[in-house]
């Protein structure tokens, strides 16, 4: 059984409470639910973690080293500020999909830059909570080969 880290960001938290229009009405849990249902059905062991700290989330990356198979990351903000969180997966072998539930390209031309695109496997984004299961299942795809 493949074991996911799908580890999110500063700020994605409060998911539902504001900004429906952008991020849609879903909250975080709605989509630990969603995942944790789709890792049955797809035979794959999640573990969903949220923080707003940037050392917490490059401590969590550094953990799949040793406890998970690949990571799912919607890095929020810090995706396009921090070269800590690209230095963290450039760090551990372990593919690595990041994910927006936003287009971030049809948004503001900070939003464009990644720091995270550049030791990503690939890129997720525009497609709302759904986003998750299609990185999912991207992810079950890599590790299946
Ligand atoms: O589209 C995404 O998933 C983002 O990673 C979300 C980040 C944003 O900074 C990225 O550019 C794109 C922001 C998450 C903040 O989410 C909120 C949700 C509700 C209310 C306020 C913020």
Redesign the pocket.
Known sequence: MHRFLILN????N??????PE??GSVTLDDIEALCQAHGTRIGAQVSFQQSNHEGVLIDAIHAARTDFDGIIL????Y??TSVALMDAIASIDRPVIE??????HA?EPF?HVSYISKVAQGVI?GFGAKGYVLAMDALAGILDG
Do not use: F, K
Request: proline share 4%; charged share 10%; net charge positive.
């Open positions: 960001g500063p700020n994605l409060l998911l539902g409470t504001r900004q952008v991020y919607n890095a929020g903000a995706t396009h994910l927006h539930l936003s287009n971030v948004r939003r984004c």
